[in-house]
């Protein structure tokens, strides 16, 4: 049974605190670090001059473009630039937390910021606006529980409601509050938790630091799995962001983290210490682990870049089928360096070396033969390969056609004969004739005007039975063709004539007539052969 709150929404409100004084400049430093403002004014040909979210006037610019990224001269930072006949309000969004420490336990407030930045008078202002969206606490008995703001039904005055934020319906994301990776703020995390026995080494305050998390799920993410702390202490970052996604049930790292591991050892793979300090020398994710091990075992002179291709091809070959089995990744990426003028990225060309092996197998190349596995010019290979191979396809897809026609063309050939001792018939100045070959089925379609030419399929897989019925004075003239099911009983199920018109009473009172006879025939077919078996 659920514990029963020992607090009102009116009192959990009343505890909120102030924002810190330096909370809106970390938002700047922090939050929207890489996504500030220089806007640029032409003053002449291919000539321009910038204005700095720092304050700076009047930079000077050659050969830009809206939306390229900068340095600016002044304050040193990366800003991205914007024309001002088109962009002179910009606004950036993402979601930030504050925890606070109240009587009832530990409180976050997940608020959704928006900086603002402003083109007017030649100077770049930015202002920051917050907005309340989900309070979790977690109380003292380590229960969660979560409040959202909503309006009321009749007013545009926001209240507090118990329970988890609807889904943020954006056009980029549809994920609910607590799936997301959330900025929280850092300064005051050591001395809230401080004295509590439980999270005290969570090292929440150092990964707040460094990644995205969400307060209140990083700590229960440490309630159960406590090797969080052993990850950051060791300065492995990003593998323990990877490690508490995983323990949150994030799908997209449950299944590449081992949860339960007891030690480094066992959740890395790792053989050596050595093999532990250059991994932490360089913050290695999950996959970049993997790289490193991978190149291990193929006694590969290890370096950064090399790992940075290993991951590379690994993402590569998961999405689209690349598998390298020809050449070591040292030796792969030493020759991608030999081509890396035709690719602005690694993945391109990874993607264009794994298709082009692919093709080279198809066409039956020797592929340890350094003039295929390693081109000197390989753009080129590549590209007079794809075409080779596109015919080869066209001429396989051609004897594949040959040679189904040549098995339809056998299968109904033996299959006539028996079909036409059960259903050839003539009465009433009408005669049934069934036919010997596909031909004569695609020729009575073209005749007739109809589709049943693209049932020679169907017939040779005996799913059904297309026979002719003509005027018996004359017999090759297409008069009606006729569909049987041989799966249930050769039951009628079509019978069209000249643009799939349909019949009357005369051929309606023939096939009635014919039905009687080959039924009769069918049940003494299966009488001699239950008598022969």
Known sequence: MRKR???SVQELQA???PLPNDFYSWLGKEVFKSRHFMF???IGRGKYNGYCYCGATEVPLTKIRSGQLVRCPVCGNTVRLRSDRYD???TQTDYVAFVQRTQWGYLSRIMYADM???FKDEQVTEKYYLHEKQWDVLDWENEERQYHFACGSNSCVEHLIRGAAPKAYGFYNVVSLEERTIKTYPNN???IFADNEQYKYSQIEIAARYYWLNPIEYLLAYREKPQLEMLI???????SQEFYLAVRGWT??????????????ELTGLKSKKDIDYCVNHDYNIAEIGAYLKLKGENAKITPPLVQFAVAAENVRSRHGFANNVLPLQTLYGYYLTQKENYSEVSDFLGDYGDYLRWCVDLQRNLHDTKFNKPKDFKYAHDITMNEHAEWEQNCKKEAAMRAEQKRIKVISELAPHYKALLEYKAKGLCVVVPMSPNEIIAEGKAQGHCVGSYVNRVAEGNSVIVFLRDAAEPDKPYYTVELNPLDNFKLVQCRGKSNCGYGAEISAFLNLWKKVYLTRLAKFDAEFKTAV
């Open 189 to 191: 995390l050591r001395n």
């Open 116 to 118: 603002v930045s402003t």
């Open 40 to 42: 640029y004014t032409k």
């Open 15 to 17: 505890a909120a605190l």
């Open 252 to 265: 997209m790292y449950e299944d590449k983290i081992k949860k339960n591991a007891k030690n480094l050892f």
């Open 233 to 239: 202490k060791m300065g492995l970052y990003r593998l």
């Open 88 to 90: 002179r309000r910009l």
């Open 5 to 7: 709150a020992k607090y």
